[in-house]
């Protein structure tokens, strides 16, 4: 996927040079429907790539094109937030953090919401996400000031003390075994019964989404608003 990324890229900068931007804008009609619908594609690895490209359209091209558009992307952003895969609920979260920033007078219909699902996953499963919903509360801190920090210092206060009642990370390996010949920890017989991997469910890299599910998002009420949470053993 990143070499794909890069020679896309590439071929960008050599077809367009300097005018891809002003491009963008002339057809950002066109250029937005595609995007959105490509936030809502049954690879999520397709999602994920979507939302990265919904940041870098409302950062780097023409504002007064891009203004319109603003409250149709960030509904496709927030229907990724709550996507069943990690790595496109990280990329909506950063991508909605940087959507605040540059416009913060048009995302203020959705800001509410933001808010919710930043503070909710900042106990995410995934140390990415949770970093990520950090970063992009301080971007909201930067686009709305004192009213945006009040509402942040409020859940700071109760979930950093949090930390300490946090397990030690031996705890969760207590059951490696240094049994190898070079020392490397080594599961327990477990990893290595055929029948725990044998004619299992396959399940596509970073989502918790059976991978020729026709399903793509799960709508919850419940934890973190996907409906899925990973045991921690």
């Known amino acids: 996927a990143e070499g794909v990324r890069l020679y896309s890229q590439e071929t960008w900068r050599q077809v367009m040079g300097d005018s891809g931007r002003a491009?963008?804008?002339?057809?950002?009609?066109?250029?937005?429907?595609?995007y959105i619908?490509?936030?809502?594609?049954?690879?999520?690895?397709?999602?994920?790539?979507?939302?990265?490209?919904?940041?870098?359209?409302?950062e780097k091209v023409d504002r007064a094109a891009v203004s319109p558009h603003v409250p149709d992307l960030l509904r496709a952003l927030l229907l990724c937030f709550k996507d069943s895969s990690w790595p496109v609920r990280d990329a909506a979260c950063t991508a909605c953090g940087r959507c605040v920033l540059h416009y913060p007078q048009e995302a203020l219909e959705v800001v509410d919401h933001l808010y919710s699902l930043w503070f909710g996953h900042?106990?995410?499963?995934?140390?990415?996400?949770?970093?990520?919903?950090?970063?992009?509360?301080?971007?909201?801190?930067?686009?709305?000031?004192?009213?945006?920090?009040?509402?942040?210092v409020?859940?700071?206060?109760?979930?950093?003390?949090?930390?300490?009642?946090?397990?030690?990370?031996?705890?969760?390996y207590s059951?490696?075994?240094?049994?190898?010949?070079?020392?490397?920890?080594?599961?327990?017989?477990?990893?290595?019964?055929?029948?725990v991997h044998t004619n299992q469910d396959m399940f596509s890299c970073g989502s918790l989404s059976a991978r020729f599910s026709t399903e793509r998002l799960v709508r919850s009420d419940g934890c973190n608003d996907y409906g899925f949470a990973r045991w921690v053993c």
Request: hydrophobic residues 40%; contains cysteine; aromatic residues 6%.
């Open 175 to 195: 059951d490696l075994e240094n049994t190898t010949t070079f020392g490397v920890a080594a599961r327990r017989n477990r990893d290595n019964d055929p029948a």
């Open 154 to 172: 409020v859940v700071l206060r109760e979930l950093l003390p949090q930390a300490y009642q946090q397990p030690s990370e031996s705890q969760k």
């Open 122 to 152: 900042l106990w995410d499963n995934i140390p990415t996400v949770r970093e990520n919903s950090a970063s992009a509360l301080a971007s909201a801190i930067k686009a709305y000031g004192e009213e945006a920090t009040a509402k942040v």
């Open 23 to 34: 491009a963008v804008a002339r057809y950002v009609d066109q250029v937005v429907f595609y």
């Open 37 to 58: 619908s490509q936030s809502k594609a049954s690879n999520h690895a397709v999602r994920e790539a979507a939302c990265a490209v919904i940041a870098e359209l409302m």
